[in-house]
């Protein structure tokens, strides 16, 4: 367990904190009630999957971020969509022996702490695997410079979800992540 501030980082079990982690994810991500209500769903399923961690950073008690993740599988929906543009540019490999963070968010008011550096952190630190992948919003964001801070990069871009209009980013590191201080406000590569 981690200590930040007021926030403390623990684990949780992922299929009972999911109604309070996507309020989170809804307004960090600005998902609508449908979205939501879909998503609900597909967290229900990844709390099933061998391997899941999920951590959750809480506040008096209340959720205000969380990540999860698992070893990534070739079956998995996210895979077979990423499978193609990371062959396309060699990076094929990067579909096994890898950590996939599924979901990483903090509420836009507990943004800029280190705090979704602390959950990745932990995440991927847990694994027990050498390296990690995950897909981003295919835009500098804040959420973008800070994985490349902590040593993620591009290994495929204008990757298209079904049903997502905003192009992703696929994006992979060597584990264990690299240890430099992120300042969100501060140009990144």
Known sequence: MEQLTEITVQPIDLAAWAPYALEVQAAAFG??????????????????QPGVIALGALSGGRLVGFGYGMPNQRSHWWSTVIQPHLEA???????????????????????????????IRTLCERSGLPRSILSA?????PARRLYRSLGYRDLARAVRFPATDRPYAVMGARLPLLDRSYNPSANSR
Do not use: C, K
Request: charged share 20%; net charge negative; proline share 2%.
């Open 137 to 141: 919003i295919d835009a500098e964001t």
């Open 31 to 48: 998902l609508s009630a449908e979205e939501v209500a879909v998503r609900l769903h597909i967290v229900g399923r990844h709390a099933l």
């Open 89 to 119: 540019h060699g990076h094929g490999d990067w579909l096994d022996n890898v950590f996939a963070v599924t979901e990483l968010h903090v509420l836009p008011e507990y943004q800029g702490r280190g705090l979704g550096s602390t959950l």
